[in-house]
């Protein structure tokens, strides 16, 4: 990568990471891993105060949460703060129970674990609200598909129907959940909610039939007789006052202005529907519950014998009809005992006191085991059938420490069951992380923690625990009391370190702790336990006489509850406190395998008032949480661990030289990757198999540059992919052209082929026409022969002669000769006739007088040839240069032609020179104004010239002519030119004689002079010594 761009990349990975890092709450710290003073408590105490009343009711202890119930509604939990944590890092936001919600959902999702979230706390002080924010939280943000709304909406409103039933208004909370609940939320692999699964744990089933000062009855039966529409009530015999039933009223809190049971009422038939309840179902449920109203108010009297009587068996009656039992043998069994003595049964009485623990013994079981039954009947409403693996998440909404001025059998279980618990914290946070430090080789310093397996082993050893000796206590033959029970405590387990009573404490424990009571020394605090009740509480002995006839009762619901089987189980059933440790077992073996979160809630005040803060209960509730022990194991430990793989695999993108892979060893890919993104030595500690972060703000950073990072991973794969698509569409088109391209040289191949044999087959033709060529037309050389025509003809059009002088002719073919003459005539007279109508009048009749001169001279005299190719002149003299005096004489006659001449005496043939000028009558030889000598042309004989190339030429003239002196002898230039003239002008063609070696002229009458001429090798005229005129001329061609 280009390094600036580099740079700037991790510029912005550090600018985001300390961006998020200072954009932190101002009001106390949100995490109390934060606090500076982080072992005081009352620094503890302080931050919780601050944000408290800056209404945030949420702090982390690493990845626990704190939570404080704000008794009012804060505005914190709508859609959109419910988008706002979606997705977002754990310590990106604020506190929230959200947050913790979405931190384990997308856990789930990434590594396809399971989750448990613990809640607890005391009662009222927000667990169950938790739990329902929660499971909203899911409702709301998880993915969803049409066909599985159903199962969302099944999974919300199981709560309000279990809420009705085995929720009850207390004094510490109008809305107390009086049952454990563990609800399982199972998410298929797609994040989506798809089924559920509760398990409920120890109901209060006392509650039943008896209420403290100020507390009610379970929701239920308050809500039916409120809302419950009237001929439902009349069909139950029930009235809708509640102040009438015995069972409702005891609390004196049976109208309740802060609850309304109507509305509630209208909710819970609205979630029947929905979870799958029939007609039959609810009306069997109502018949139950309407029977135990009814069951309160039977009353008992005492017979003289002492024995137990129904005075009124009205209710009776109802029972009977609505729980589909015969009335008298209700009737009986709550009046009388079944006793089994060896082999026989013995029936005795009961007295009224007997009758009414039956009779309530009867409604708490009834009531115990409806409350089973709708739990199954839930769970097989939110089954999902579907058997692909699933994900969960557990919500654990349980009691916390109860520490009451009185504690009894019920709160020893329940702290049992947060010993139990925080017995789970210590494994899975405490020791298993000392222990995974251990086996990192990172060095640690031990933190004193204290492990209360020693509490949960005194409570639940086999044999040596308080819970066998009780169930010993409960089935000794003889007379066991609670009293009893103490002293076999004392006597068993008195050595304990964690256990006193008032005997064992000596005078220090007196004022403490009661006669009947015993102190257990939690890891929390103390708490003094009454044993009153213990052994009735944990053998929950419902008489045989009475299970006898539920089982056989006609309600379907009942039915299902009381097995017949198992009155024939001669075996005791296990007692309340073996079967909640039993369960409680189980519960720990599922949360064991699963990732936990806590949350931890705290009731600021026992008024449920909104923006109380009350120290001294808060500092109650954080000892009894455990949070300082919490706080200072996590300040000492690291905040995140992840193996290397999980660790490089998730941030590898972060640094070039893990991304995109990295072949090494994870853990040095690790230490390249950190040290990239700039940890500090701090921070951090690189152990065997994990890389160890102590704060989480470095992880939280961490996770931010990763989320900055994805969208320019997404933006790279993108690319890549379009890339890929890019290229996979160029293959194939390329491969498309390669196609067509082949397919088109294949038709270029063929076309040439074709081109090519047809060649072929013309030169072949060809070569025949040639071979054949001389024989007639016929079909082997006909296309040669128009071949050959044709290729003459094309040929000679661009060698045609350019003119009439142009002999030359382009060679025709042997068949062609004939038509080549043909053509060559046709083209010569068009050549001629071309140049004929080219000719001007000028000179066709120069021509004229050449074709005079050819035919006079042509052939005969030397010189003629030459002469052809000058033209003839007009004339040799200009007008100009004839003598004015010379034209005045001529007069009237125009001068045709003149030419300079010499003239030779005719006796001693001096030479002169004259010019000799012709008219159309007459020649005139001209000295200056002189007229010589005037020839008529009717006086002119003849002319004679050599057939020599000399230039002689004789005028002859008639001897007889007195006017004439005699022929003249002229010697001139341009011979040819001036005979032709002459004659044409005497029109007389064959007037002019070419002699050859010499010719005769006359001199004067009687009188003839010779002119001789012959050949020399140059030209000379001289008179020989015999007189004669004698021309040398040199030889030309004629
Ligand atoms: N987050 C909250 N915002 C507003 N009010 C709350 C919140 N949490 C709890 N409350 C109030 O406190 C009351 C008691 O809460 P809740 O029923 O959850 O307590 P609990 O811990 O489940 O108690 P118990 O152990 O008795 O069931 C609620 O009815 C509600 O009025
Ligand atoms: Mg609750």
Request: hydrophobic share 35%; proline share 4%.
């Amino acid at each position: 990568m280009d390094p600036k761009k580099e740079e700037v990349r991790r510029e912005h990975i550090r600018l985001h990471m300390e961006g998020t890092l200072t954009a932190r709450d101002k009001v106390g710290v949100q995490d109390f891993v934060l606090l500076d003073a982080h072992t005081s408590e009352s620094a503890f105490v302080d931050n919780l105060r601050k944000r408290f009343n800056e209404n945030l009711i949420y702090t982390y202890i690493g990845t626990l949460l704190v939570s404080v119930n704000p008794y009012q509604e804060l505005g914190i939990y709508t859609v959109s703060q419910m988008e706002l944590y979606q997705g977002v890092s754990f310590f990106e936001l604020p506190p929230h129970v959200y947050a913790i919600a979405d931190n384990a959902y997308r856990m789930m999702c990434s590594e396809l674990n399971n989750h448990f979230i613990l809640i607890s706390g005391e009662s009222g002080a927000g667990k169950t609200e938790a739990s329902k924010k929660i499971l909203q939280y899911f409702a709301v943000t998880c993915p969803m598909t049409e066909s599985l709304q159903i199962a969302r909406d099944r999974l919300l409103l199981s709560n309000p129907v279990l809420e009705a039933f085995g929720n009850a208004k207390t004094l510490r909370n109008d809305n107390s959940s009086r049952f454990g609940k563990y609800m399982d939320i199972q998410f298929d692999f797609q994040g989506i909610p798809v089924g559920g699964h509760i398990i409920s744990y120890l109901i209060e089933k006392s509650r039943v039939v008896y209420q403290n000062q100020g507390e009610r009855n379970f929701h239920i039966f308050y809500q039916l007789l409120a809302g419950g529409e009237a001929d439902r009530l009349a069909h139950l015999g029930l009235e809708r006052d509640p102040r009438l039933y015995k069972y409702l009223s005891q609390g004196h809190r049976a109208k309740e202005s802060s609850l309304n049971d109507k509305n509630d009422w209208k909710t819970v038939s609205n979630a029947f529907s929905v979870i799958d309840f029939t007609k039959a179902d609810l009306e069997n449920l109502f018949g139950i519950i309407a029977s135990v109203l009814h069951l309160g108010n039977i009353c008992f009297e005492e017979d003289p014998q002492g024995c137990a009587t129904v005075p009124d068996t009205h209710e009776i009656k109802w029972i009977a009809k609505l729980l589909g039992v015969c009335p008298s043998v209700l009737l009986d069994a709550l009046t009388h005992r079944k006793i089994e003595a060896k082999t026989e049964e013995v029936i005795c009485p009961l007295t009224p006191g007997h009758s009414v623990y039956a009779r309530d013994a009867m409604a708490k079981a009834v009531y115990g085991r409806t409350f089973t039954w709708l739990v199954n009947k839930i769970n097989s409403s939110l089954v999902n059938k579907d058997v692909t693996k699933k994900t969960v998440i557990g919500l654990l909404d349980i009691y916390g420490f109860e520490v009451f001025d009185k504690n009894g059998f019920e709160q020893f279980c329940i702290n049992y069951c947060n010993e139990k618990l925080q017995q789970l914290l210590i494994e899975r946070t405490l020791k298993a992380e000392q222990a995974e430090y251990e086996m990192e080789g990172i060095e640690w310093e031990p933190i004193q923690y204290f492990n209360n397996k020693i509490i949960c082993d005194l409570v639940e050893e086999r044999h040596k625990g308080i819970i066998s000796i009780l169930d010993e206590e409960c089935l000794r033959p003889g007379p066991a009391t609670d009293l009893s029970f103490l002293e076999k405590l004392e006597e068993t387990v008195g050595e304990h370190a964690h256990f006193q009573t008032r005997k064992l404490a000596g005078p220090k424990g007196r004022k403490r702790i009661g006669w009947m009571e015993f102190q257990l020394l939690h890891y929390a605090g103390e708490v003094t336990y009454c044993t009153k009740g213990f052994l009735e509480k944990n053998n929950d002995l419902l008489y045989r006489h009475l299970k006898e006839v539920l089982c056989r009762s006609s309600n379907r619901i009942l039915r299902e509850c009381f097995l017949v089987a198992e009155l024939e189980n001669r075996r005791r059933p296990p007692t309340v406190g073996t079967q909640f440790k039993d369960s409680l077992g189980s519960l720990l073996e599922m949360l064991i395998c699963k990732e936990p979160s806590y949350i931890r809630c705290i009731k600021p005040n026992d008024t449920k008032e909104p923006s109380k803060f009350d120290d001294f209960l808060i500092r109650h509730q954080i000892k009894y949480l455990g949070l300082m022990e919490h706080l200072r194991v996590r300040r000492a430990g690291f905040a995140y661990r992840r193996r290397y793989e999980h660790f490089l695999q998730r941030y590898k993108s972060l640094c070039p030289d893990t991304w995109p892979h990295w072949h090494g060893p994870p853990g040095e890919g690790v230490e390249r990757l950190i040290k990239y993104i700039g940890y500090r030595p701090e921070e951090y500690k690189l152990g065997k198999t994990k890389i160890f972060i102590r704060f989480p703000r470095t992880l939280f950073a961490t996770e931010d540059a990763f989320e900055f990072s994805k969208h320019q991973l997404v933006a790279r794969i993108q690319a890549t992919y379009k890339g890929r698509l890019g290229r996979r569409e160029y293959v194939k088109k390329r491969q498309v052209t390669t196609k067509l391209e082949a397919h088109w040289r294949g038709v270029l191949a063929r076309r040439e082929v074709q081109r090519r044999r047809w060649a072929v087959q013309v030169i072949r033709r060809f070569i025949k026409g040639f071979i054949h060529r001389h024989r007639p037309l016929c079909p082997d050389n006909e296309e040669f022969i128009v071949f050959v025509r044709k290729n003459y003809i094309l040929n000679l059009r661009n060698h045609v002669p350019k003119n009439v002088l142009d002999k030359s002719w382009l060679r025709p073919p042997g068949i062609l000769e004939h038509a080549s003459d043909l053509l060559r005539k046709m083209c010569l007279r068009n050549l001629v006739r071309k140049y004929c109508r080219g000719v001007t009048d000028e000179r066709r009749a120069m021509m004229q007088q050449k074709v005079v001169t050819s035919e006079i001279f042509r052939g005969k005299k030397e010189g003629y040839a030459d002469s052809l190719r000058q033209p003839f002149a007009t004339s040799r003299i200009d007008e100009g240069d004839i003598h004015p005096k010379v034209l005045q004489l001529i007069g009237s006659e125009k001068v045709e032609y003149g030419v300079p001449v010499i003239k030779y005496d005719r006796k001693g043939f001096k030479a002169r020179q004259r010019q000799l000028i012709l008219t159309r009558k007459a020649a005139y030889v001209v000295e200056m104004a002189k007229i010589k000598q005037k020839i008529e042309y009717s006086a002119l004989k003849g002319v004679s010239t050599s057939s020599l190339s000399d230039g002689i030429l004789v005028i002859h003239v008639s001897p007889e002519d007195i006017k004439q002196k005699g022929d003249a002898v002229l010697q001139c230039e341009h011979p040819f030119e001036a005979v032709t003239k002459l004659v044409m002008l005497v029109k007389k063609e064959n007037m002019v004689n070419v002699v050859q070696g010499s010719l005769q002229f006359y001199i004067s009458p009687g009188k003839e002079g010779t002119i001789v001429f012959h050949t020399g090798l140059e030209e000379h005229i001289y008179k020989d010594k015999n007189g004669q005129l004698t021309v040398v001329s040199v030889r030309r061609k004629s």
